[in-house]
């Protein structure tokens, strides 16, 4: 039987090696030494992203180089550089299992060994240095960039802080309102707007590596420049205090906080005791909840990417791609794939949709030129790119075409036979359906084993999360190269096998129809979702369903009440549907929505839903929000932990992005699977069993992967 294993560290053995990354033979870390005249040219490599790793030894090879040049009376100054794509993507995430003090000689190195040479240090940069990458940049005395450089401290997004000096050194460099806004969103500036800042000093014209040793030379003589030795211009409390007041009060992290602490700390303290700061901080951050869920969230969606079996490569680059129908979801594919740089057929046989569809396109386009988000030339390319067609004939060409028209069988099952027909040999044929057999889709055609899911989440242009649907025969290569299309056009692909709602819908019902059961039994909607939102889903189930469309609720339920007898919802939904209420589009659900968009507490609802519980028999009751958060989320875990078990999903991991990147389920969590992990399964199996015997307890049997798992 499948581990539900509870923490993902990117496929490595923490704990053989006291918690350190240990190095691994794929990717071995080498250091060397040149000498340009006065200059010592120093090139650390570590592949893939030169991860400033302790535990496979690039922080002491790195210590025992520099420390050599600076000791070697023929080097007047060093240059220190990296092979490869990019400078460094920062410490080694992997690394953080470790005991506190091994990241210390991190600090070490940036701290008492670079910055406090009494020679020149030029750090010379390329592709990106984020993270600990850039803190270790930012302890050398000059910095040059190659063109096109990115450089950023993304730690937040793992709920960190820069703790190797970042937010002592930055602030110093750059004023204190641009080293809080770069350190608490973790974007990455470009080079241009690095140097106009101050945090690099030059942009390489031509050869960066040859400009840096060059320039190095001229600095010999001008010695080192330090960060450390002044405070940060101007008065810092403005900047400080705004920051403050836009602290979201809902966030899981402290890390926000807490990098505003420390940037205070810069402002009014000596260097050395922000450092101090900055570390106890950084290590309180460390072993947070919020941290070890993002970065297994880090972990999860590239361990994702990796389908379990032999190596297969993938059957065929795609290049050219059609989508088959205009209709909301076929548009949003469309333009999620125009933004990736694909040629796109769209095929729509009704004018008038089609019309309608190339009119969103080309609106939705047009908005990222007007807010500035890309260049009218490069918006042009994007609408010639797409080529509307009312006939399938037009997707004979494609290597993917996607299937996205209305969810019935019939009508898939008569586009699969035509597309069987029309399609090259060589082209994948998937099919966008969220609920419908895809065997019996792939059956429909003489090439079954070329056929496969791709569920995209509306609206498509803009969510993260890509289910692969295999079917029983679906090729390995057709599934390699769908993970590869997934990556390529942004998305976490996940691959799930067939059956009746993937891995999410299927999860998701679970989640609903304990909701429900909370509103019989004494909660009321904005109880439900608001304890949900304030535990961090991203929106609750009862708007989310009002987003989406009552209707559509309406009708999975009526089929399951004839598949699924003695699996009853609760009728309170369908009673909304009775009275036309079918959410925003209809401007009421369980919510009003007097503007469309914002929901607003209907007391016909409560009324209803009141009237309900009494026609039942029930006695309200006062519901805890974190009993709502219990058996909503448990119900999650519980379907998530059978889909594993069922094989549905290859790991558990899986389940955890489809939840995150599909269903708003808090980052800083992990993923269902790993908040069942962080609970403790046998806890998680005590609860269950105590919602087994109360009302509606049918709908709790444990998964025998949850008892397996201690
Ligand atoms: C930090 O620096 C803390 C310090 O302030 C304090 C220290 C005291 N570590 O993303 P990719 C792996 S926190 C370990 O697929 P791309 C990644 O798992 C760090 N591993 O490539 C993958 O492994 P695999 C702050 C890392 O081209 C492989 O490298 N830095 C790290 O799509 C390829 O990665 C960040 O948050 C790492 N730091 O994107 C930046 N980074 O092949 C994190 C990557 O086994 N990194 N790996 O699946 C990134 O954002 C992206 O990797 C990057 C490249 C944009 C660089």
Redesign the pocket.
Known sequence: MAALIPFND??RRQAETNGMNPPDPDRPASIDCTHVGPVAVITFSHP??N?LSVGAGVIDALADSIGAAIADPAVGALVVMAAGD?FS??????DFGASANK?DR??ALTSDLIEAAHKPIVMALHG?A????L?FALSGHYRICAPGTKLGL??V??G?L???G?TQRLPRLIGVEAALQMMLSGTPLDASKALALGLIDRVATGDFRAEAAAWAKELVAAGPKRACDRLPAGDPAPAIDQARRGLDARSLSQAPAFIIDCVEAACTRPFAEGLALEKRL?ESLIDSEASLGLRHVF?GR?EVARIPGPKTSAAGVIHSVAVIGGGLMGTGIAIALLNSELKVTLIEPRAEALDKAVATIRKTIQRDVDKGRLSAAAAAHRIDSLFPSATLEACAAADLIIEAVYESMDVKRQVFVELDRIASPAAILASNTSTLDLDVIAACTRRPERVVGLHFFSPANIMKLLEIVRGRRTDPGVLAASMAFSKAIGKVGVVSGACDGFIGNRMFEEYLRQAYFLLEEGALPAQIDGALENWGMAMGPLKVMDLAGQDIGWSIRKRRAIEQPGRPYSTIPDQLCEMGRFGQKTGAGFYLYPDGRTAREDPQISALILAHSAKLGITRRAVADAQIVDRCVLALVNEGARIVEEGIAYRAVDVDMVSVFGYGFPAARGGPMFYAARMGFANVVRRIEEFAAGRNGWAWVPAALLRSNP
Do not use: H, K, N
């Open positions: 990117g496929g893939p992203v991860a990019l993507a920062g410490a080694d995430i992997a990241l991190m600090r990106m984020l993270g600990g990458g803190e993304p730690e997004t793992l960190l820069p703790g190797a970042g950084f972990f590239r």
